[in-house]
């Protein structure tokens, strides 16, 4: 590789020779830490440290991924693995130049590349340069950014190869600019990421608006983007659509250096300069093109105290004026203009119902916070809005609620699903198809009431009479008949036994009491002290063989909550132990918690470990009883605000050595209160099932309740 003027580049510095960390090479393999320091211990012809950052070894990334591609360790594909080895050395430059002239010069070179269809690192830097001169001749996309990286120090003949490598691991120009585009948050290109969707919600404003349904036929077939940021809405939507179909790309940017970035990755992916249009402003060169077909909106964020709903629906308004008949919008912006209440009959709430009294408005979807990551508080909403000829409309919107849900891919493509049957029925609803997540309604229920807010009021049929929903009242009798079993239960229990009784009195001072602790009854062989397992929490499931006794469950009760499977505690725990009848299980992380396990056969998940009674002892320890008094003892012996760990260790708190008499009577105190307050909690529980079952069905309206029969009043 040659500098500017044809000598040989000089030997970068140590901090661009893709240096990584243990940490770094379990990231890069998709492993945990402690698995790539396992590696260096067992195999030989792991890769040697090169040096040290920060006093921990730092190894060469290439030789590491050649181990990694040649052994077959991992969990990460090969092209995936030599696409994040060249995105981790760009993120070393970011400590060299600015993270922005970086990206901007990679994403630069990588369509360079597109446009010579020959490696980069083949040519001199001053050939490059030449040939960047040559293809964006009137600077628009790549000129600026090519000439930004200074060949004095080799940054650019270096990014230059690097950008091959990134292209070869990508297998095109185009999938390597967005690679380092879905990167640009970890390079440190933050202003790239602050107005930008999340990635499924930018999809799914593409999927949206129809444009994967519209064939190479339609005419005037623009699809227009204003406010393009960085791109992502653009590239979403070329990626929606037919290859055989080729759109028009009008869009608008104000920010001179992000409408090339947006340029640059449109061109790459094989766009003509002659089917894109990005005017550096605000406004869609319409009068030279022509109105859209299609247009998505992502309008600019602005902050809550100065944002006016009134301004908002003013935006989405002068949107909808470029739309002719059958034409599309789809727009994304703040939910408390576009479908929260607003006050009635102000000039927001008149102009906002105004897209209803037009048929415009087709369906508004309220969407949870974090749709627009980097502004996680920031409320969003989805408008899809439509202007059909006057005898064509049919006065129905579809109104979906998502705030309470995840944006996961099922529930995104149900929302596309439901609205792409909406708009094959011709806007109207189809009785073959319920929507999943929301209702559609006759848009005078809304046009009618001022300042309503644009959500679903009710259950639709089909959610509404699900089985689930239908089988209420039955459950609610079988609960109103299991407490009045556990009732009678009680009663019977309480009534064959002794009143409760603890016959505690002060101790004498005559009959002093002996302190002992944990560390002691192991030495004096009472008690045997047995570790926890590392249990990897992807085996831990709901429906396993056997019990998991995390410090979880024994700190806050929940046993049984989380078991694992026979077939895997055989075989990736073969030397885990179960748990016996009367095992004591302590905690000290992340709070200090101790239960007995009264049944046994239960495997305990470090740091919870086991202290088991020797019933062979002279004195044998009550389970119960230790439990209790190392209960009380941590009480005593808490972690005070600010330290990192309790006054005491768990084996040395001190606790009383009660004689077997009276260890006998504590014990089968313990036991009594421990089965009276087994069956206050069946009863607790049944009692809050009722809650929730009654408190449910209210809530989404599939349930009432009457007055009861007269047999039944007091």
Request: hydrophobic share 40%; charged share 25%; aromatic share 6%.
């Amino acid at each position: 590789m040659t500098g500017a003027h044809g000598a040989a580049a000089p030997i970068l510095p140590e901090v661009m020779s893709g240096r990584i960390s243990y940490a770094e090479i379990g990231t890069l393999a998709q492993v945990k830490r402690p698995v790539v320091t396992t590696w260096a211990r067992r195999h030989a012809d792991f890769p040697q440290p090169v040096g040290n950052e920060g006093g921990s070894p730092v190894f060469d990334g290439r030789a590491v991924v050649e181990w990694l591609l040649t052994t077959g360790r991992g969990n990460t594909d090969a092209r995936q693995l030599r696409a994040e080895l060249a995105l981790h050395t760009l993120s070393s430059w970011c400590r060299r130049m600015p993270a922005r002239t970086m990206l901007d010069g990679v994403t630069a070179l990588i369509h360079l590349r597109h446009e010579l269809d020959e490696p980069l690192a083949d040519l001199g830097w001053d050939a490059l340069l030449q040939r960047a001169d040559e293809i964006d001749f009137e600077d628009t996309y790549i000129r600026r950014e090519v000439f930004a990286l200074t060949p004095d120090d080799a940054a650019g003949p270096a990014l230059a190869g690097l950008a091959d490598e990134l292209i070869e691991a990508a297998y095109s120009p185009a999938e390597a600019v967005e690679w380092v585009m879905e990167a640009r948050r970890r390079l440190g290109c933050h202003d790239l990421t602050m107005d930008e969707p999340a990635s499924a919600v930018t999809t799914t404003l593409a999927r949206l608006s129809g444009i994967a349904a519209l064939d190479e036929d339609a005419e005037d077939f623009i699809v227009a983007v204003p406010y393009a940021n960085s791109g992502d809405l653009l590239v979403a939507l070329h990626a929606q659509t037919d290859p055989e179909v080729r759109p028009f790309f009008l869009a608008a940017e104000p920010t001179q250096d992000f409408a090339r970035l947006a340029r640059r990755r449109m061109l790459v992916r094989g766009v003509q300069e002659y089917e894109l249009d990005m005017a550096d402003g605000q406004h869609l060169a319409t009068d030279d093109w022509g109105y859209p077909r299609v247009i998505v909106c992502v309008l600019p964020y602005g902050a809550a105290e100065a944002r006016s709903p009134l301004a908002v629906l003013q935006q989405v308004q002068d949107l909808t004026d470029l739309l002719t008949d059958h034409c599309t919008a789809v727009v994304l912006g703040p939910s408390d203009a576009l479908v929260h209440a607003l006050p009635p009959r102000e000039e927001a709430d008149r102009l906002r119902r105004s897209f209803l009294t037009e048929g415009l408005l087709k369906a508004a979807v309220n969407l949870p916070e974090g749709a627009v990551p980097y502004r996680p508080a920031y409320r969003t909403a989805i408008w899809v809005l439509c202007r059909t000829p006057k005898d064509e409309r049919r006065g129905q919107i579809l109104l979906a609620d998502l705030s309470s849900k995840p944006l996961t891919a099922p529930s995104l493509d149900a929302l596309v699903e439901d609205l792409d049957i909406f708009r094959t029925a011709g806007w109207r609803a189809d009785g073959r198809h319920e929507p999943r997540n929301g209702e559609i309604l006759a848009a005078t229920g809304l046009r009618d009431r001022p300042g309503t807010a644009f959500a679903p009021q009710h259950r639709t049929a089909a959610r509404r009479y699900t089985r689930a929903v239908v089988e209420r009242p039955a459950r609610i009798s079988d609960l109103e008949l299991r407490l009045a079993q556990l009732a009678d239960k009680t009663r019977l229990e309480l009534s064959l036994t002794a009143e409760l009784k603890a016959h505690a009195v002060l101790r004498p001072e005559e009959r002093p009491f002996r302190r002992t602790s944990v560390s002691v009854l192991v030495k004096q062989r009472r008690l045997r002290r047995l570790p926890g397992h590392r249990i990897a929490s992807e085996h831990l499931t709901v429906d396993g063989h056997y019990p998991v006794l995390t410090p979880d469950e024994i700190t806050f009760g929940t046993g049984g909550a989380r078991r694992i499977d026979r077939g895997v505690l055989l075989t990736a725990y073969e030397h885990a132990e179960f748990t016996q009848p009367g095992d004591v299980v302590v905690t000290a992380t992340p709070s200090f918690g101790a239960c007995v396990d009264e049944e046994g056969l239960s495997v305990v998940a470090f740091p919870a470990r086991v202290l088991r009674v020797r019933p062979d002892a002279e004195r044998p320890v009550r389970p119960r009883v230790l439990a209790a008094l190392l209960r009380a003892a941590a009480a005593e012996y808490a972690r005070v605000g600010g330290a990192v760990r309790a006054a005491r260790r768990l084996e040395d708190f001190p606790i009383p050595d009660l004689d077997q008499e009276e260890a006998d009577r504590y014990e089968a105190l313990l036991a009594e209160i421990g089965r009276r307050t087994a069956l206050l909690r069946q009863q607790t529980a049944a009692l809050d099932d009722l809650a929730a079952l009654t408190a449910a069905g209210l809530t989404d309206g599939t349930l009432t309740l009457i007055e009861p029969p007269a047999s039944f009043r007091s």
